[in-house]
């Protein structure tokens, strides 16, 4: 089993930063993949980016390349989501995910950590 805390949600203006930090325990040596979904109000799950746990292989999602950035620390079993020019359908709630279980954009993961709240305000 692998156990996923996930922390960094805030409010935030649009065009501001954030950052979001996930913690992996646990199972880590058999961790594929790492990274966060977001599910706004009213609508489903959506992929934002996601790093191979080795290697260098990062993914994102259409609506936030050029803004996110996620980043690994193998040392410290953390991946961090750096997250700029943050616009207000980024609001969302926030979920650390690890191990795809078919396709790394698709939501389907199996582990979750708690979601973390993040708000952009007009």
């Known amino acids: 089993q692998v156990q996923l805390v996930g922390s960094g949600g805030g409010l935030v203006q649009a065009g501001g930063s954030l950052r979001l930090s996930c913690a992996a325990s646990g199972r880590t040596n058999s961790m594929s993949a790492i990274g966060w979904l977001r599910q706004a109000p009213g609508k489903e799950h959506e992929f934002v980016a996601a790093?191979?746990?080795?290697?260098?292989?990062?993914y994102y999602a259409d609506s936030v390349k050029g803004r996110f950035t996620i980043s690994r620390d193998n040392a410290k079993n953390t991946v961090y989501l750096q997250m700029n020019s943050l616009k207000p359908e980024d609001t969302a709630v926030y979920f650390c995910v690890a191990n795809p279980k078919t396709n790394v954009y698709l939501t389907e993961y199996a582990y979750w950590g708690q979601g973390t709240q993040v708000t952009v305000s007009s």
């Open positions: 790093v191979s746990w080795r290697g260098t292989y990062t």
